[in-house]
C-alpha cells in the first residue's frame, strides 16, 4: 500500500492492504465507486483504476499488476450496502464481467439529479458545481491511465470522482426521501442494472446493425456474420469495427459472396482480408447462412403502419410536458420521451411508461385531457397556463 502523505492519498496494490481497505468500506452503509479504463484497441475494458469511497473514507486500488478483487467484489456483491456511481452503464459493465452481475442496489447521481430538477444528462463536473459550488480539476482528464507510476497529480484528479460523488450522494439522497420521489427514479435505476445489458452475446449482435432489409436471406446472413464478428472481437479482445466494419457485414448480407474472390470484390471490405485467416472464418459464417438462412435469420416483428400523428397535436403535448416537468422539478425526459409523446398523440391507448405511476399523474392524465379536448394552453406573462375546457 502506499500513502501520499502530502494529500492523504491512499493507493492499494497489494492483498494486505486491499483486504485492510475493504474493512474500512465495510463500515459504511454506501460505496461511492468510479473507476479508470482503457478500451481503445481492445473489446473488454481494461480495468485501471477503481476510486471508493464511504462518508469518512476514501481509497484507489491498482488492479492493473493482477491484483485479486474478491474482497472488493464481495463488498459489490452485498445488496445491502448501496453503490453510487454517476453515468453508471460503463462502470457496471466493467463489474458485471468481474462479478457475474452486475451489482446492486445501485444509485446514479446523474438520474437522480433529474428528478430533482438538475437537468438530463448532467455532467458530473456541472453536478458537482451545481450541487456543491466545487469544481473538479479536469487537467488530467486524458490520462493514459494504463502507465505507471500514477502521479500525485493523476491520483488526486480520480480521487475527486469519489469524494465529490458521496456529498452529491447525501444531498441528492435527501432530496428525494424529502419530497417523495425515490420511486420516481426506480425505473431507471433497474433499467441500469439489468443483466440483459452486460450479456454481449454473440448471437444479439445483428440488433446493432439496424438491418436495412427484411428478406429472410439478408436477415441470415445479417445475423450469422454479426454474431461470427462479435465471438472473434469477444475471443481476440479486439474491438469489432477492427474485426470487421459495420458497412462491410451490411454489404456483405446484401451481396451474398459465397467465394473468397466474390468477398474480395466487395468494396467495403479491406483488400485481403478474404484470404487471411479471419476472411476464412468468414466465408464459413456466410456460406452456413446461405445454405440454411431458417437457421440464421432472425424473426422481426413488424409493426402495423399507423397513422402519422397530429403535428399541432404532438408539439403541443410537447409544450405541456415541458410545463409540468417545470412545475415538479424534474427533467422532462424523466417523464417521457419524444416516442412516449408521439405514441399518445397517435394512439387511443399507448402502452407507454408516461401513462403509469408517477408520471401519470403528473403528465399523462394531462395529455390525455389536452388530445380529448378537455384541457387547453394558453400563453401568459409567466410562460404557459393550462385551463380546463
Given at each position: 500500500?502506499?500513502?501520499?502523505?502530502?494529500?492523504?492519498?491512499?493507493?492499494?496494490?497489494?492483498?494486505?492492504?486491499?483486504?485492510?481497505?475493504?474493512?474500512?468500506?465495510?463500515?459504511?452503509?454506501?460505496?461511492?465507486?468510479?473507476?479508470?479504463?482503457?478500451?481503445?484497441?481492445?473489446?473488454?475494458?481494461?480495468?485501471?483504476?477503481?476510486?471508493?469511497?464511504?462518508?469518512?473514507?476514501?481509497?484507489?486500488?491498482?488492479?492493473?499488476?493482477?491484483?485479486?478483487?474478491?474482497?472488493?467484489?464481495?463488498?459489490?456483491?452485498?445488496?445491502?450496502?448501496?453503490?453510487?456511481?454517476?453515468?453508471?452503464?460503463?462502470?457496471?459493465?466493467?463489474?458485471?464481467?468481474?462479478?457475474?452481475?452486475?451489482?446492486?442496489?445501485?444509485?446514479?447521481?446523474?438520474?437522480?439529479?433529474?428528478?430533482?430538477?438538475?437537468?438530463?444528462?448532467?455532467?458530473?463536473?456541472?453536478?458537482?458545481?451545481?450541487?456543491?459550488?466545487?469544481?473538479?480539476?479536469?487537467?488530467?482528464?486524458?490520462?493514459?491511465?494504463?502507465?505507471?507510476?500514477?502521479?500525485?497529480?493523476?491520483?488526486?484528479?480520480?480521487?475527486?470522482?469519489?469524494?465529490?460523488?458521496?456529498?452529491?450522494?447525501?444531498?441528492?439522497?435527501?432530496?428525494?426521501?424529502?419530497?417523495?420521489?425515490?420511486?420516481?427514479?426506480?425505473?431507471?435505476?433497474?433499467?441500469?442494472?439489468?443483466?440483459?445489458?452486460?450479456?454481449?452475446?454473440?448471437?444479439?449482435?445483428?440488433?446493432?446493425?439496424?438491418?436495412?432489409?427484411?428478406?429472410?436471406?439478408?436477415?441470415?446472413?445479417?445475423?450469422?456474420?454479426?454474431?461470427?464478428?462479435?465471438?472473434?472481437?469477444?475471443?481476440?479482445?479486439?474491438?469489432?469495427?477492427?474485426?470487421?466494419?459495420?458497412?462491410?457485414?451490411?454489404?456483405?448480407?446484401?451481396?451474398?459472396?459465397?467465394?473468397?474472390?466474390?468477398?474480395?470484390?466487395?468494396?467495403?471490405?479491406p483488400t485481403g482480408y478474404a484470404r487471411s485467416r479471419h476472411g476464412l472464418a468468414l466465408m464459413e459464417a456466410?456460406?452456413?447462412?446461405?445454405?440454411?438462412?431458417?437457421?440464421?435469420?432472425?424473426?422481426?416483428?413488424?409493426?402495423?403502419?399507423?397513422?402519422?400523428?397530429?403535428?399541432?397535436?404532438?408539439?403541443?403535448?410537447?409544450?405541456?410536458?415541458?410545463?409540468?416537468?417545470?412545475?415538479?422539478?424534474?427533467?422532462?425526459?424523466?417523464?417521457?420521451?419524444?416516442?412516449?409523446?408521439?405514441?399518445?398523440?397517435?394512439?387511443?391507448?399507448?402502452?407507454?411508461?408516461?401513462?403509469s405511476g408517477w408520471r401519470r399523474d403528473v403528465f399523462g392524465e394531462k395529455a390525455l385531457a389536452l388530445k380529448?379536448?378537455?384541457?387547453?394552453?394558453?400563453?401568459?406573462?409567466?410562460?404557459?397556463?393550462?385551463l380546463d375546457v
Open positions: 500500500m502506499d500513502r501520499h502523505a502530502a494529500d492523504d492519498l491512499i493507493l492499494i496494490d497489494d492483498a494486505a492492504g486491499l483486504a485492510e481497505a475493504c474493512e474500512r468500506l465495510s463500515e459504511g452503509e454506501f460505496i461511492a465507486l468510479d473507476t479508470e479504463f482503457h478500451r481503445e484497441t481492445t473489446y473488454w475494458p481494461q480495468l485501471c483504476l477503481i476510486q471508493a469511497a464511504t462518508a469518512d473514507f476514501d481509497v484507489m486500488i491498482d488492479p492493473m499488476g493482477g491484483l485479486d478483487l474478491s474482497p472488493l467484489l464481495d463488498l459489490m456483491a452485498d445488496t445491502g450496502r448501496t453503490k453510487v456511481f454517476h453515468a453508471a452503464r460503463q462502470d457496471l459493465e466493467i463489474f458485471a464481467r468481474l462479478m457475474g452481475a452486475p451489482p446492486g442496489p445501485v444509485f446514479d447521481t446523474q438520474i437522480a439529479a433529474m428528478a430533482c430538477g438538475l437537468g438530463d444528462s448532467i455532467s458530473y463536473e456541472n453536478l458537482v458545481a451545481r450541487l456543491l459550488r466545487g469544481q473538479v480539476d479536469k487537467s488530467s482528464q486524458f490520462t493514459d491511465w494504463t502507465r505507471r507510476p500514477l502521479s500525485p497529480k493523476q491520483l488526486a484528479y480520480a480521487r475527486g470522482d469519489v469524494t465529490y460523488l458521496r456529498e452529491a450522494y447525501v444531498i441528492l439522497r435527501d432530496q428525494l426521501t424529502s419530497k417523495g420521489r425515490m420511486d420516481w427514479i426506480a425505473d431507471e435505476t433497474a433499467a441500469l442494472v439489468d443483466p440483459a445489458n452486460y450479456a454481449f452475446e454473440p448471437a444479439d449482435a445483428w440488433r446493432r446493425l439496424k438491418p436495412r432489409k427484411t428478406r429472410q436471406d439478408y436477415l441470415a446472413i445479417l445475423a450469422a456474420v454479426a454474431a461470427w464478428r462479435e465471438a472473434t472481437a469477444q475471443e481476440s479482445d479486439k474491438p469489432r469495427q477492427r474485426i470487421l466494419k459495420d458497412d462491410a457485414i451490411h454489404e456483405i448480407a446484401l451481396q451474398k459472396p459465397r467465394s473468397a474472390d466474390a468477398l474480395e470484390r466487395l468494396r467495403a471490405v456466410i456460406n452456413a447462412a446461405i445454405e440454411d438462412p431458417e437457421a440464421f435469420a432472425p424473426v422481426i416483428q413488424r409493426d402495423a403502419p399507423t397513422p402519422a400523428p397530429p403535428a399541432a397535436l404532438t408539439e403541443l403535448l410537447k409544450v405541456l410536458l415541458k410545463h409540468v416537468a417545470d412545475e415538479v422539478g424534474v427533467a422532462p425526459r424523466l417523464i417521457a420521451n419524444a416516442a412516449d409523446v408521439e405514441r399518445i398523440a397517435r394512439e387511443k391507448q399507448p402502452e407507454v411508461a408516461a401513462l380529448a379536448g378537455r384541457l387547453a394552453l394558453a400563453a401568459s406573462p409567466n410562460g404557459v397556463r393550462v
